[in-house]
């Protein structure tokens, strides 16, 4: 570790100096704030388009959904950059209108005033059995038909393991691994995080699956079943708020929370070796998964060594920085991790 603390910090310089070279090459983007509030903007504009797009000009669900998909994965990158208080850090009124807004076009998330804690708990605790941020999204669970089956649903990620989590965050607890505020935050995200679009929003959509698989087994086989007429109106009333809500975020979650579980290491990393921590994943295989999670399994290794950058820059500059990182040996599209349940060492 000695050699690998010097190394990060070798990494970080190199990072840094990339950054403020791209700052002074192009000087506009020392307006940080007002490029947020920008980017946030047009996003959520794009997105009305293509609320309008469906509700009015009769676009097919399939681009609508596609086309938000894409959209909010920018917000949850301002969301992310939010979190690391990157944008009106002085002016509380526009930062949490920005993080209100954030959170509404992507209502099947954690509240993100609660996700604050359990992300700068990641940035600490990487890859450690108290780091929920990543446990949340399967991180470290054995890969199978049931991790990839709530790897994009939160709520069910949680409904399938929280007797076996419950009683190891307890433990936790007692040995002092979260502050007093990360406890007391820890509650709240389980009885009011998804409160108030999460929950609703979720039972609107198993009724919806579940109603339209029965639906859809009793026309199979000829309608042998009387279809009570509520069942039709229900459908087609919460369509809309399905294709429109709640599929494209549920593809926007499962690419992200599919490439994030992969690329994080957990279970046998070293506490604060950002070596261990994540790997690259660029590979064109990921390229559909990152089209809906803004390139997320290239860049966020870079994120870890340097936290405090905005991801339109990160982005940008990401060639020359993911050039350091493999120089330096950060891994990159080690797919290993999928039979070792995200072990970082390759044996034992
Ligand atoms: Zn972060
Ligand atoms: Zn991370």
Redesign the pocket.
């Given at each position: 570790m000695a050699s690998d603390t010097e190394k990060i910090r070798l990494v970080f310089k190199e990072i840094q100096q990339i950054s403020r070279e791209f700052k002074s090459r192009y000087p506009v983007f020392v307006h940080q704030d007002a490029i947020g509030m920008g980017i946030f903007l047009f996003s959520v504009m794009m997105i009305l388009l293509g609320f309008a797009g469906y509700l009015n000009y009769g676009v097919h669900a399939g681009w609508v959904i596609l086309w938000i998909a894409f959209w909010t994965s920018l917000l949850h990158e301002l969301e992310?950059d939010l979190?690391?208080y990157l944008y009106f850090k002085k002016i509380p009124f526009l930062h949490n209108f920005m993080m209100l807004g954030v959170w509404v076009f992507r209502p099947l998330t954690v509240n993100p005033w609660f996700r604050r804690y359990l992300?700068?708990h990641?940035?600490k605790y990487s890859g450690l059995p108290s780091d929920l941020e990543e446990r949340g999204v399967t991180n470290g669970e054995k890969f199978g038909l049931l991790r990839l089956f709530i790897l994009p649903d939160l709520i069910l990620s949680f409904v399938f393991r929280a007797f076996k989590l419950y009683p190891e965050i307890r433990k936790m607890e007692k040995e002092g691994r979260f502050t007093k505020e990360e406890v007391k935050n820890l509650y709240r995200v389980g009885l009011l995080g998804f409160l108030p679009f999460g929950i609703p929003l979720h039972l609107m959509w198993y009724s919806f699956a579940l109603l339209s698989l029965l639906s859809g087994i009793n026309q199979f086989y000829g309608n042998i079943l009387p279809q009570p007429e509520w069942t039709q109106e229900y459908l087609s009333a919460i369509t809309p708020i399905i294709v429109l809500l709640v599929a494209p975020n549920l593809l926007r979650q499962f690419s992200l929370h599919f490439i994030t579980s992969n690329i994080h290491y957990y279970g046998d990393v070293e506490k604060g070796n950002i070596f261990q921590q994540t790997q690259i994943l660029n590979t064109w295989w990921a390229i559909p998964f990152h089209l809906f999670c803004f390139n997320f399994g290239v860049t966020h290794a870079i994120?870890?060594f340097f936290?405090q950058e905005t991801f339109y820059i990160r982005q940008l500059t990401a060639a020359k920085a993911v050039a350091v990182l493999v120089k330096y040996g950060v891994r990159t599209n080690d797919t290993g991790t999928f039979s070792r349940a995200n072990r970082y060492h390759i044996s034992g």
């Open positions: 992310h979190i690391h992300h700068l990641h940035h994120h870890h936290v």
